[in-house]
């Protein structure tokens, strides 16, 4: 049985961060919905830290109090992605130091392992299991959803520990938290209304005034769902826009005969809102059209890239360690494009890959197949 306290009350919650201001190291993590909302609804928070463990309620705390305990901790996440862009939209900032256990178990040759799989690898420990297809949203949660949200947490610290002393051993302790620190760094990329079209599968075959269509629709869509937040494809479906947008209707019944329209996209006098934004499209001036980029550099690059690509999956495998981690395939395009911010340029990737690939590029070396290996010479 898993023993936590239910933070509920907003006295609680104040008490509770008091507390994690004056921990050094603390861990946290987040039961959220996106299905059915524009935004990611938050539904649960549980913390662990050297006083226990919480469970937080935020449907009845402001949990906008979380950042104050952020600023002189290192706050211990398990695959912090999704969690830091909770953080970003229901507290409006993120931890000032980061240990995320899934990244830190990559440099030790584990291959973006589950939490429950690292818990047992790293510490012989097993995770109850659960209805991870719980609606975290009801209220009130049973006793045993919420042990089982806390048990989330409950190996968070010792995963932290025990996987900084093998780190520390490795000689890449640093290598992953500066890695943590890029996570951190690292913004969700919010494209503006006008640019969301660019999603659209198909988007870039589109011709004559379609692509300005797309875009107008699609922009009007975007303000709409987060107007109402809900999911834009409720507003109107990927297949509906593409299909209006090559075939422009001018009038309701026109809507209604696009594939992936029906009555329910249309009401409220939403019918109205998409022929004005079709409208707005036909009248899109050309130089307000935001095309998506051309990617001419990445096809021109494609068979360098590739090559120098399986070279990094080597060097990954001998080091023992996660090859997205090492380089991914967009760390290299930067690198050989001579962008300024790729990681490759600096620091421990510089010396393991970064500063190989560029002396490959100018033709100062090349690649060996050795039987079953590629090396570098």
């Not at 178990?105 to 690292?118: C, R, V, W, Y």
């Not at 042990?147 to 093998?166: F, I, K, N, P, S």
């Not at 699609?218 to 107007?227: D, V």
């Not at 360690?321 to 911010?341: F, K």
Request: aromatic share 6%; hydrophobic share 45%.
């Amino acid at each position: 049985m898993i023993t936590y306290d239910l933070i509920d009350t907003d006295a609680d919650f104040e008490t509770l961060v008091d507390k994690l201001r004056a921990t050094p190291v603390w861990g946290f993590d987040t039961e959220f919905h996106r299905e059915r909302t524009y935004y990611p609804k938050l539904a649960l928070v549980q913390i662990a830290s050297p006083h226990g463990l919480a469970v937080v309620d935020p449907f009845s705390v402001d949990v906008r109090g979380l950042a104050a305990a952020f600023e002189d901790s290192l706050v211990v996440v398990h695959a912090a992605d999704q969690d830091l862009e909770i953080l970003d939209v229901h507290v409006g900032t993120r931890p000032t130091r980061l240990f995320d256990t899934q990244i830190a178990a990559g440099f030790l040759g584990m291959d973006n392992p589950s939490l429950a799989s690292l818990v047992n690898r790293a510490l012989g420990a097993d995770l109850p299991k659960g209805d991870r297809l719980t609606d975290w949203t009801r209220r009130p949660l049973s006793a045993a959803q919420l042990e089982y949200a806390a048990a989330d947490v409950v190996h968070l610290l010792g995963l932290q520990e025990t996987l900084a002393t093998r780190l520390e051993a490795a000689g890449r302790l640093q290598w992953a938290l500066d890695e943590c620190a890029h996570l951190l760094a690292k913004r969700r990329i919010v494209r503006p209304p006008d640019e969301t079209w660019w999603r659209l599968k198909g988007s870039r075959s589109l011709r004559g005034k379609a692509p300005a269509v797309a875009q107008a629709v699609c922009a009007w869509r975007e303000r709409e769902a987060e107007r109402l937040d809900i999911p834009p494809r409720m507003i109107l479906p990927d297949l509906a826009i593409l299909a209006l947008a090559q075939r422009p209707p001018t009038d309701r019944e026109g809507l209604l005969a696009i594939r992936g329209v029906d009555a329910r996209h249309l009401r409220k006098g939403a019918d109205r809102r998409v022929l004005d934004a079709i409208r707005t499209g036909m009248d899109l001036p050309a130089d307000r059209l935001r095309r998506p980029p051309a990617g001419e550099s990445e096809g021109r690059l494609k068979p360098l890239i590739t090559a120098v690509m399986g070279w990094v999956a080597q060097r990954a495998f001998d080091l023992d360690l996660n090859a997205t981690l090492l380089a991914t395939r967009s760390d290299v395009q930067a690198l050989l494009e001579g962008a300024p911010a790729t990681r490759l340029v600096d620091g421990w990737r510089k010396d393991v890959v970064g500063g190989s690939i560029l002396r490959f590029a100018a033709g100062d070396a090349h690649l060996v197949v050795d039987g079953t290996t590629i090396r570098m010479v």
